[in-house]
């Protein structure tokens, strides 16, 4: 039987990760967003998505 003390550090640990991989995806997002292509005619920066 597990410790609901720990599966509840385990859980809170897991939402955790995620919410700080979707945080880092959108700071990415917002500092690329002007950003252009770094030769003529190649594609602007592509916004990503979190897939969590």
């Known amino acids: 039987m597990i ?3 720990v599966a509840s550090s385990k859980l809170s640990s897991s939402g955790l ?3 700080s991989a979707r ?4 700071s ?3 500092a690329n967003a002007q950003s ?4 003529p ?5 592509v ?3 979190a897939n969590v």
Do not use: C, K
Not at 23 to 26: A, C, K, N, Q, T
Not at 36 to 39: A, K, L, S, V
Not at 41 to 45: A, H, Q, W
């Open 3 to 5: 410790d609901p003390l």
């Open 17 to 19: 990760e995620a919410q």
């Open 23 to 26: 945080l880092r995806v959108i």
């Open 28 to 30: 990415e997002n917002v």
């Open 36 to 39: 252009t292509g770094r030769t």
């Open 41 to 45: 005619g190649s594609d602007p920066y």
């Open 47 to 49: 916004a990503r998505r």
